[in-house]
């Protein structure tokens, strides 16, 4: 058995409709093409994360060409109608502000509520944790959010977790069954592989 058992979150780096604020869930945009200041990590042999390409490109930035297994459940959350909108072109609908009282249970329209955000990520979460003895994983902010939420013996909610692009979170269990039972982890550290947050 293991001393310990660690997981890697690592948010993806930021696209344009990040930095314009927009709400980017399953549109797949890639990153933002002149960041000159990501630490790269070595040492990996390989990496999952979300099938969609701006996590795929952060992979390839940070870890270089090795191989990567992507998963549909660690994407994002679906806004649904309100992909690559902003609070200012939401905030009149009635729909939006009752998804701002109740994201937990409301979902957008044709999207998904937090709740079914955070069954999805989970068992694409497991998945990996059975098959990696040390997973690292690139995601987004609403999975990483999610885990953080679940997994850390903290009192913060989901939107209380900042999650920059390129913040990486370590976690640590006593071993992987802890994780599997869903136990809270015994440590956590975050760093940040940006020298400068764009957002």
Not at 117 to 127: H, I, M, Q, Y
Request: charged letters at 25%; glycine letters at 6%; hydrophobic letters at 35%.
């Amino acid at each position: 058995m293991d001393d310990f058992f660690t997981v890697t979150l690592i948010r993806h780096l930021p696209t344009k409709g990040n930095v314009n604020k927009r709400y980017i869930g399953w549109t797949d945009e890639p990153i933002i093409s002149d960041l000159k200041t990501v630490r790269k990590i070595g040492k990996a042999t390989e990496v999952f994360g979300s099938d969609l390409l701006r996590c795929r490109q952060t992979a390839n930035i940070i870890f270089g060409d090795i191989p990567y297994i992507e998963s549909t459940n660690l994407r994002e959350c679906s806004f649904g109608s309100w992909e690559e909108k902003t609070y200012e072109e939401l905030k009149h609908e009635a729909k939006y502000q009752a998804w701002l009282d109740d994201y937990e249970c409301i979902a957008p329209p044709g999207g998904e509520s937090l709740r079914q955000l955070e069954v999805r990520v989970t068992s694409g979460f497991c998945d990996v944790i059975t098959s990696s003895n040390h997973p690292i994983i690139i995601t987004h902010g609403g999975p990483i959010r999610a885990l953080l939420s679940k997994f850390v013996n903290d009192s913060k909610k989901f939107w209380d977790w900042d999650v920059p692009h390129g913040s990486m979170y370590t976690l640590c269990w006593k071993d992987r069954q802890e994780v599997l039972e869903g136990k809270h982890c015994t440590s956590y550290s975050v760093e940040h592989l940006m020298e400068k947050e764009l957002l």
